[in-house]
Nanobody
C-alpha cells in the first residue's frame, strides 16, 4: 500500500519560512491528485494547495502569493514552501494523494501522518 511520510514542520517566528515535504513510499500506478491540507484547533480541515496531473496548481486565497506547492516527479514527493508565515497559519498540515496503487486496485485517498506548524508572533 501507499504510505505518505511528511517532514519539515516546526516552530517559526512570524515572517519566517518553512518547507514541508511529503514522500510516497513504493511505486504508484496512477496519481490523480496531490494536495496539502491544514487543520487548526477547533476548525475544520481545509485545502491549502493542490497539484493535478499536467502540473496545474491551485492555492487557497488565504495562502496565495505566500505558499507554493511543487513536486518531484521522480520521487513521488510533493513540497509546500511557506513564506511570510503568520500566527494564523498555525495548524497541523496533512498531505493527501488520490491515487491507484496498482492497476487492479481502486482509486482512494491516502493521507500523511500530519506535521505541526506553529508560528509565533
Amino acid at each position: 500500500q501507499v504510505q505518505l511520510v511528511e517532514s519539515g514542520g516546526g516552530l517559526v517566528q512570524a515572517g519566517g519560512s518553512l518547507r514541508l515535504s511529503c514522500a510516497a513510499t513504493g511505486i504508484i500506478f496512477r496519481i490523480n491528485f496531490m494536495g496539502w491540507y491544514r487543520q487548526a484547533p477547533g476548525k475544520e480541515r481545509e485545502l491549502v494547495a493542490s497539484l493535478a496531473p499536467g502540473g496545474i496548481t491551485n492555492h487557497s486565497d488565504s495562502v496565495k502569493g505566500r505558499f507554493t506547492i511543487s513536486r518531484d516527479n521522480v520521487k513521488n514527493t510533493i513540497f509546500l514552501q511557506m513564506n511570510s508565515l503568520t500566527p494564523e497559519d498555525t495548524a497541523v498540515y496533512y498531505c493527501k494523494f488520490n491515487a491507484r496503487y496498482r492497476m487492479r486496485d481502486s482509486t482512494r485517498d491516502y493521507w500523511g501522518q500530519g506535521t505541526q506548524v506553529t508560528v509565533s508572533s
